[in-house]
């Protein structure tokens, strides 16, 4: 089965509904845009987790993308499990600032500033790299 086939399932559309409702609290940035924030991830993190998984994950005619399932969500309730190993959340949670550190480097804001075209090079940049491949797996 792949991704795209299990993203089709209804349970995870179902699982999908209720996470949000149970985690995501909504906060307004600095540019008055409203962004959840849940109990592991800040409004930053949430936005930036969320764009890298409708890169990874986008919605298509007939198959629900990350955003569909709400998958940032689903993230974050799985980082706020005690019984998650450390190291996976801290790998999670480091490779946005990794990935925000690259961005501002190279483009000179962060990652979820930048416009889709940018965004996309870099994160193909970053999956030729081990950390980067594993981070985005």
């Given amino acids: 089965m792949n991704r795209r086939e299990f993203l089709k399932g209804a349970s995870l559309s179902a699982l999908g509904a209720a996470v949000p409702a149970v985690c995501a609290q909504q906060t307004t940035d600095a540019s008055g845009r409203e962004t959840p924030r849940g109990r592991v991830l800040d409004a930053h993190q949430w936005r930036t987790l969320a764009l890298v998984q409708d890169h990874l994950l986008p919605s ?53 500033d930048l416009e889709p075209g940018p965004r996309e090079d870099l994160l193909r940049g970053i999956s030729q790299r081990p950390a980067g491949d594993r981070w985005l797996s």
């Avoid at 709400?70 to 993230?75: K, N, S, T």
């Avoid at 974050?76 to 005690?82: H, M």
């Fill in 60 to 112: 298509e005619p007939g198959a629900p993308g990350s955003s569909d399932v709400h998958a940032a969500a689903y993230l974050d309730a799985v980082l706020a499990d005690p019984e998650l190993d450390p190291d996976t959340r801290s790998l999670v949670l480091s490779g946005v600032e990794w990935l925000d550190e690259l961005a501002r480097d190279g483009l000179g804001h962060p990652f979820a």
